[in-house]
């Protein structure tokens, strides 16, 4: 007696009242719970059809395939011809798998040595580009500067210009001199008093944060560092990965520029942020008036805006001709580049176009803004001239004459003094706008690559091609 399902003895067997066939009374039960069926005959079949049999303990015996060594073997021959089958299936996919796999790596190496490839030659059009003369070619009347890869402005960055310039354009006008600033009297006793060992050689800038106590200067060496005047040594190193170009305090973020086109942030002496969106060598930075908006300037016809607070490049716009120098105006609504074709061009932050432009009789390699908003002094390569032009009739409202060669300039923060900086030495150019003069104030044999005023126009700061750090005060 053997049950219809599992086919072997029945521990506790029952019969179908309706089919008369044999079952396990735990596997019908389930079967009919689930189904509701006899599972041989598939007629209806419910618990109450099913009839208890009494029979006595079943032993199960051993399958007859079981009881000789013989049929052992011979079961134990096919289990492991199965096995072998199992085996030898498994062996044939996984060298299919390898295969595929092989086959999608030297895939995935092709698509990176083209990827590379490309990148390379992008690199080397963008060089090239960058490298082309333009010449005496001018841009026709009305037409803005070319845009690429650039995109609107965020909302956020519009909207903290916007206030800026709202903020410094109704309050410039009325801004009183501060009562400890600095006199042309007392500026012309200027004279050095603290000069530095050499720090790093071969810097082309120099900022000072607006405490006035920490310079940021850099060398071709591939390192800047935070200068204490009080102290008189450097108290951060900087590390880059070529020689500095540009270097500008943003708040408390040092931010620096090298010849390999890269612009880092450093906060407390560690960077915070790298970008490498010039192709080519960056030539200047400069900070906008809100203090969390930087500008970039280089060889590839480029300048490039960022933002701090989110440490992202937010605009990329190209011009006609490489651009060797950059500043905000103070408002902070325009942008002035210098280019190597001689032509100043002035943005408008917001929209990226040109707003004005104004021609140089050579590659324009310094710019500053007056504080009054009006004036903008800008230098030509090798010159010994400033040019002053004045915004508001875009013509040039002085030519100050200095004798030396210029590398730099800085206006003081009244607007009454403009010092510039040249390897024969330094001098102040003095404005008094009651009778619209201009006078020297100070002229001094200290050379200067970089120049900046110190607190209250108090000392000038000068560094120079040696990377000596020098403080002119009044002895």
């Not at 408390?252 to 960077?271: D, H, R, W, Y």
């Not at 190209?318 to 105006?329: D, I, Q, R, V």
């Amino acid at each position: 007696m053997l049950c219809a399902i599992s086919g072997e003895a029945p521990q506790v067997p029952v019969v179908s009242a309706k089919s008369g066939n044999v079952f396990e009374k735990r596997l019908i039960e389930a079967y009919i719970a689930e189904n509701g069926k006899d599972p041989v005959t598939g007629d209806d079949l419910s618990v109450d059809d099913l009839v208890d049999l009494k029979t006595s303990r079943i032993v199960r015996p051993r399958p007859p395939t079981l009881t000789s060594i013989p049929s052992l073997l011979g079961v134990f021959q096919e289990e492991w011809d199965a096995l072998a089958l199992e085996t030898y299936t498994l062996r044939q996919a996984l060298v299919q798998t390898r295969q595929e796999l092989s086959t999608a790596l030297y895939q995935h190496d092709a698509a990176v040595r083209v990827i590379a490839r490309l990148t390379k030659e992008r690199d080397e059009a963008r060089d090239t580009l960058a490298k082309i003369s333009v010449g005496t070619a001018r841009a026709p009347a009305g037409v803005d500067a070319m845009q690429v890869d650039t995109a609107k402005l965020p909302d956020s960055v519009v909207a903290r210009i916007e206030e800026t310039q709202a903020t410094l354009s109704k309050s410039r006008s009325k801004r009183p001199i501060p009562e400890n600033w600095a006199t042309g009297e007392a500026i012309q006793l200027y004279k050095p008093t603290v000069s530095s060992e050499p720090l790093y050689p071969g810097g082309k800038s120099l900022s000072v944060d607006s405490t006035g106590e920490l310079a940021l200067v850099g060398g071709v060496d591939g390192i800047a560092g935070i200068y204490s005047t009080s102290k008189q040594q450097i108290v951060q190193t900087l590390k880059v990965d070529g020689p500095v170009t540009g270097a500008a305090f943003a708040g408390t973020t040092a931010v620096v520029a090298s010849a390999t086109g890269s612009v880092k942030f450093f906060n407390q002496g560690a960077e915070s942020a790298s970008f490498d969106s010039h192709a080519g060598e960056v030539t200047a930075v400069t900070v906008h008036p809100t203090g969390d908006i930087v500008g970039s300037v280089g060889v590839d016809k480029s300048y490039v805006l960022y933002d701090l607070t989110t440490s992202s490049v937010v605009a990329q716009i190209y011009g006609n001709a490489s651009l060797l120098s950059a500043k905000f105006h103070p408002d902070g609504h325009l942008l002035a580049v210098g280019g190597a074709d001689g032509q100043i061009q002035v943005y408008d932050v917001k929209s990226g176009a040109v707003a004005a432009s104004f021609p140089m009789q050579a590659p324009v390699t310094n710019l500053e803004f007056s504080e009054n908003g009006y004036f903008m002094a800008a230098v030509t390569e090798n010159s010994t001239e400033i040019s002053v032009w004045d915004l508001r009739k875009s013509k040039i409202y002085k030519v100050l004459q200095t004798g030396t060669r210029i590398n730099s300039l800085a206006w003081d923060y009244t607007g009454q003094f403009l010092l510039s900086g040249g390897p024969n030495g330094i001098t102040v150019q003095q404005y008094t706008k009651s009778t619209k003069d201009w006078s020297e104030s100070l002229r001094s044999a200290v050379p200067a690559v970089g120049v900046a005023w110190g607190t209250s126009a108090q000392s000038v700061l000068t560094t120079n091609a040696e990377g000596v750090f020098t403080v002119l005060t009044q002895s």
